[in-house]
């Protein structure tokens, strides 16, 4: 059971727009910078959102963060095929002392 | 580019110690005083646990509720860091992967390496 609760599956249809939604406490979420992670199968990981709500360089604006309180979300829009993955959530907790992450939402397109 | 390559043996025994070594190339660790470099597990089927997270330093931070004791170690003139999992039982089985995330947590964990298979197994 992971400190942060993530749904684990969503799903929509092509072209549609879906969020994915992380919650935890004012340990990590509520005083701390949420990011988001995509992870194809059988690859590693890739930074999608940082810092709440911003986009690394070469990330389509179709994904979008945002954090409020304890919880923070992912949107996806536009969604296409290619966006089948899991995603997840991570931030800094400040009662354990650890990065902490979701246990992961597979979206299916 | 900033490149992570893992490295070490896909197969560990009980009761031993698991050694994995992440390269970095495109980068010089020495150099990189904004980062801290770090690792990452992924149980088969399982979401992500961050392991520890390790300065140019040597200063490092670990995660509290790992059951094997942690070691991680950075090698400056070979440019690459190191893992050390002690005592491993069937638990540890993973994918390991290395990464890196800026001093300000802010930022996240930005890149990765292709992750390792590590199977504990007599």
């Known amino acids: 059971q992971s400190v942060l609760t993530q749904p684990p599956l969503v799903s929509a249809a092509p072209g549609q727009k879906v969020t994915i939604s992380c919650s935890g406490n004012?340990?990590?979420?509520?005083?701390?910078?949420v990011s988001w992670y995509q992870q194809f199968p059988g690859t590693a990981p890739k930074l999608l959102i940082y810092?709440?709500?911003k986009r690394p360089s070469g990330i389509p604006d179709r994904f979008s963060g945002s954090k409020s309180g304890t919880s923070a979300t992912l949107g996806i829009s536009g969604l296409q095929t290619g966006d089948e993955a899991d995603y997840y959530c991570?931030?800094?907790?400040?009662?354990?002392?650890?990065?902490?992450f979701g246990d992961g939402t597979k979206l299916t397109v | 580019q900033l490149q992570l390559q893992e490295s070490g043996p896909g197969l560990v025994k009980p009761s031993e110690t698991l050694s994995l070594t992440c390269s970095v190339s495109?980068?010089?660790?020495?150099?990189?005083?904004?980062?801290?470099w770090v690792w990452i597990r992924q149980p088969p089927g399982k979401g992500l646990e961050w392991i520890g997270s390790?300065?140019?330093?040597?200063?490092?931070s670990y995660n509290p509720s790992l059951r094997s004791p942690v070691t991680m170690s950075v090698d400056t003139s070979n440019n690459r860091f190191s893992l050390k999992l002690t005592s491993v039982t069937a638990a540890d089985t993973a994918v390991y992967y290395c990464?890196?995330?800026?001093?300000?947590?802010?930022?996240?964990?930005?890149?990765w390496g292709q992750g390792t298979t590590v199977t504990v197994s007599s």
């Open positions: 390790i300065y140019y330093s040597g200063r490092g």
């Open positions: 004012s340990f990590n979420i509520g005083n701390n910078y």
């Open positions: 810092d709440n709500d």
């Open positions: 991570g931030t800094w907790d400040s009662r354990v002392s650890a990065w902490v």
């Open positions: 495109g980068a010089s660790i020495s150099s990189s005083i904004d980062y801290y």
């Open positions: 990464a890196r995330h800026h001093v300000l947590t802010v930022y996240g964990m930005d890149v």
